[in-house]
């Protein structure tokens, strides 16, 4: 079946440090451009990062230099590194696939919650 | 950046009913660049509609996508039960790289 699973999420103090970790399956995350989307509770979607099957990576301007996507072939894993955090990153984050092509986002998983508080 | 404005922001319909949902964008999008997503409550994001009007995989043909420019349109032609959900809408382009409206919540009248 192809889906993504992420684990990760928690309570965390401001400043403190986080990794997320989403497992895909049924299809290789090295090949596909991967993507983190974040949403705020009771709030939209906010996109986060992106990986490029090329290893390219890029961050929304509220993460840049606090947080880094990585991914695992090995383990086929996407991640996100998430330091220095606050508590505007209070979330659900998910990990998604992009579609055929790198405008859209056809495969979600079903996301994980971060609460960064005191 | 461009900033997507999507209306109405709640929409109240019956099932059977046509729905026509708005969404904005203060520049111009290229229709490629223009998909729609439905969420159900506790639920992740689900790609209904990219290239502005190409129905996903597995997408009821009464949901439809339009539009050009900076106006665009996701209808459903006559609401299911289940159809009622917050819809999306997303484009890719310059900074930030990705961007969504704000939602629109489509509920049973």
């Known amino acids: 079946e192809v889906q993504l699973v992420e684990t990760g999420g928690g309570l965390i103090q401001p400043g403190g440090s986080l990794r997320l970790s989403c497992a895909a399956s049924?299809?290789?995350?090295?090949?596909?451009?991967m993507s983190w989307v974040r949403q705020a509770p009771g709030k939209g979607l906010e996109w986060v990062s992106i990986i490029y099957s090329g290893g390219s990576t890029y961050y929304g301007d509220s993460v840049k230099g606090r947080f880094s996507i990585s991914r695992d072939n090995s383990k086929n894993t996407l991640y996100l590194q998430m330091n220095s955090l606050r508590a505007e990153d209070t979330a659900v984050y998910y990990c998604?696939?992009?579609?055929?092509?790198?405008?859209?986002?056809?495969?979600w998983g079903r996301g994980t919650l971060v609460t960064v508080s005191s | 950046e461009i900033v997507l404005t999507q209306s109405p922001g709640t929409l109240s319909l019956s099932p059977g009913e046509r729905a026509t949902l708005s969404c904005r964008a203060s520049?111009?999008?290229?229709?490629?660049?223009l998909a729609w997503y439905q969420q159900k409550p506790g639920q992740a994001p689900r790609l209904l509609i990219y290239?502005?009007?190409s129905r996903a995989t597995g997408i009821p043909d009464r949901f439809s996508g339009s539009g050009s420019g900076t106006d665009f349109t996701l209808t459903i032609s006559r609401l299911e039960p289940e159809d009622f959900a917050v819809y999306y809408c997303?484009?890719?382009?310059?900074?930030?790289?990705?961007?969504f409206g704000q939602g629109t919540k489509l509920e049973i009248k």
């Open positions: 997303q484009q890719y382009g310059s900074s930030p790289l990705y961007s």
């Open positions: 998604a696939r992009h579609g055929s092509y790198i405008w859209y986002f056809d495969l």
């Open positions: 520049q111009s999008v290229s229709s490629s660049y």
């Open positions: 049924g299809f290789s995350v090295s090949s596909n451009y």
């Open positions: 290239g502005a009007s």
